[in-house]
């Protein structure tokens, strides 16, 4: 590493932390402003807020890192331009190309421990931020424990009233079982008023259990006290995995969520984009990089405020057509791998052509 490569990213590195911090603090000035009621109104205590906060910085993080990321390239590099430090490297015959080795070096780096705290660390700290929400402010209750319906196989529905997570019992439960040749077609059903979880054996109990099972107009009818069920393949890991939203779930989860559901015979499309969208969004602030480094390295008309504008509009475009990608997948007309990289792919191509026809 040349002692140049060492000063570019030693500015761009002090730039990228303190846009963080500046963009964190001020997110938590005006969300502190916006909750001060609720807080006030359930009378929060102090060390909750502070906790609230401290849970709520990762996800501010990981939505500022891009913004931190372009405003570092075009103030650095801008920076430079101005006191014609940058004019006396190229003279020096260094390349627009070589001089753009240390900022992707280190926004690789960055995109890389981004796809880590996105994917573990965020949806965590999430997890914390929601409880806290629920139960000190009273803000988005849901009780994910109650009306729960899923499908366990390609012809078993699950349906459960209330689930007590704590004690791996469900309330008021139904099984019900569809002929595999025609699904509109029910065989059997047991509907029971308790079912709890045998953990050392790994099979669900019903308890006060009515089994009914339908061949053609006949009905048969029988009752038990307790009906071992080891055809059912669901956990009672799954039966909160199953309320939980794709949100808060870590890459870890979000894949084995994506696999319950295809075993289940149900559509994990809308998983699958999850995960692999959130690894492409790890790698965005790649992409406004390769757009503002060229903006950055030519002095135009207006300075760094219209290369900031255009950079800014350049990562608006990205994020929405980022969206539009998304929906396009999520209604099955784009592979849930190439609805998270679409964006991606296209304006990395438009950033390499942009690259070419700057001034080297």
């Known amino acids: ?71 570092a390239a075009l103030f650095t590099v801008g920076k430079l331009s101005t006191q014609n430090e940058l004019a006396a490297m190229k003279s020096g015959g260094l390349s627009l190309y070589r001089f753009a080795v240390p900022f992707l070096a280190t926004t690789l780096i960055i995109s ?29 209750i849901v009780r994910s424990g109650v009306n729960i319906f899923f499908q366990d196989s390609n012809t078993r529905i699950v349906q459960i009233a209330y689930y007590d997570p704590n004690r791996n019992i469900a309330t008021r439960t139904s099984i019900q079982e569809y002929d595999a040749s025609d699904i509109t077609k029910m065989i059997s059903r047991v509907d029971a008023t308790s079912m709890s979880y045998d953990t050392s054996a790994g099979i669900w109990t019903m ?32 039966v909160i995995r199953k309320q939980q939203k794709t949100e808060d779930m870590t890459l870890t989860e979000l894949r084995k969520f994506a696999e319950d559901q295809l075993l289940a015979g149900n559509d994990p ?67 849930p791998l190439i609805t998270a990289w679409f964006a991606n792919m296209v304006f990395f191509v438009a950033a390499i052509v942009n690259i070419f026809r700057a001034r080297k």
């Open 112 to 140: 890389l421990f981004t796809i880590y705290f996105a994917g573990w660390i965020v949806p965590k700290a999430n997890k914390q931020k929601v409880f806290i929400e629920q139960t000190y402010m009273k803000k988005n």
């Open 1 to 71: 590493m040349l002692i140049i490569d060492r000063y570019l990213i030693k500015q761009y590195v002090q730039t990228i932390l303190f846009g963080i911090v500046a963009f964190t603090l001020l997110f938590v000035v005006i969300d502190m402003m916006e909750n001060l009621d609720d807080f006030i109104d359930q009378n929060v205590t102090n060390d909750k807020i502070i906790e609230y906060y401290i849970v709520f910085i990762p996800e501010i993080i990981r939505l500022m890192i891009p913004v931190a990321v372009l405003l």
């Open 207 to 238: 308890h006060n259990a009515t089994k009914r099972v339908f061949d053609n107009e006949i009905q048969q009818r029988d009752k038990f006290t307790e009906i071992k069920m080891p055809e059912l393949n669901f956990k009672p890991d799954d």
């Open 269 to 335: 499309t809308r998983v699958e984009i999850e995960y692999h969208s959130r690894i492409a969004f790890a790698f965005s602030s790649i992409i406004v990089v390769l757009f503002g480094l060229p903006l950055s390295a030519n002095k135009r008309k207006g300075g760094l405020a219209i290369q900031f504008g255009i950079s800014l509009l350049v990562t608006f475009v990205y994020l929405v057509f980022m969206k539009v990608s998304q929906a396009f997948g999520k209604n099955g007309v784009l592979h």
